[in-house]
């Protein structure tokens, strides 16, 4: 079955700093893949999807790539807030089915 | 902007109980979703639905089921709860399609099977 793996541990980063958040996934090569955000107690929320002829997508202070031979997608953050600390995930589509990541929880410390 | 909405925020029940989630979507998305969400294990998808009346099983769907009897409202069955079901479930809706079009989620609804 898919496999996806994020960083397993607890990213924590210096206001203004560039936070980059791993996805990688064995056993598929995926048409798109999805980053979302999700607070505590909250739904996730869509934030960038990302095709597999694009290897590289941004929006704003967030910039997503994707490496098909690598299987792995890397996620930055440019100029980090305190805001920006949430659980950021990363699915893909197989077949007709969605897999998500664990997760990588992050901290932006003011 | 799509709203996902979930019946409860918070529900706790008794083990062999049916339980009944309900997620109803505004925007007139075809397809629905129902997840679980553990720690250390992430979302992990129960069940989905393309379209009215039509259901397909994810990857956990044992000890649940789900109803699609209108485009607007998805149903998550928990036909005899039990305590290794307790967890945050999550509801989703996207437009048709697929990879491409992202999922919309409610704010889930935490269940304690006692």
């Known amino acids: 079955s898919q496999k996806i793996e994020q960083n397993s541990e607890a990213l924590n980063i210096q206001e203004g700093k560039t936070a980059t958040l791993t996805c990688n996934y064995t056993n598929y090569s995926p048409a798109y893949l999805q980053w979302y955000r999700q607070d505590p107690g909250r739904g996730p929320v869509f934030l960038l999807l990302i095709r597999e002829n694009e290897k590289e997508k941004r929006k704003e202070r967030l910039k997503v790539t994707f490496d098909t031979t690598l299987k792995q997608s890397l996620f930055h953050i440019t100029a980090s807030q305190p805001a920006d600390s949430a659980t950021y995930l990363c699915a893909l589509l197989t077949g007709n089915q969605f897999y998500f990541g664990t997760g990588t929880s992050l901290t932006v410390i003011p | 902007d799509v709203k996902v909405t979930q019946s409860s925020r918070y529900l706790v029940k008794r083990t062999g109980e049916k339980v009944f989630l309900e997620c109803v979507q505004d925007m007139d998305h075809e397809n629905m979703f129902w997840y679980r969400q553990d720690p250390g294990l992430g979302l992990r998808l129960i069940y989905f639905?393309?379209?009215?009346?039509?259901?397909e099983k994810g990857d956990i769907p044992e000890g649940y089921s789900v109803s699609r009897e209108k485009k607007e409202r998805f149903s998550l069955i928990l036909e005899s709860a039990s305590t290794n079901q307790t967890s945050m479930y999550l509801c989703?809706?996207?437009?048709?399609?697929?990879?491409?079009?992202?999922?919309?989620f409610g704010d889930g609804t935490r269940l304690s099977i006692l």
């Open positions: 639905s393309y379209d009215v009346k039509m259901k």
């Open positions: 989703a809706s996207s437009l048709q399609g697929g990879g491409n079009q992202p999922q919309h």
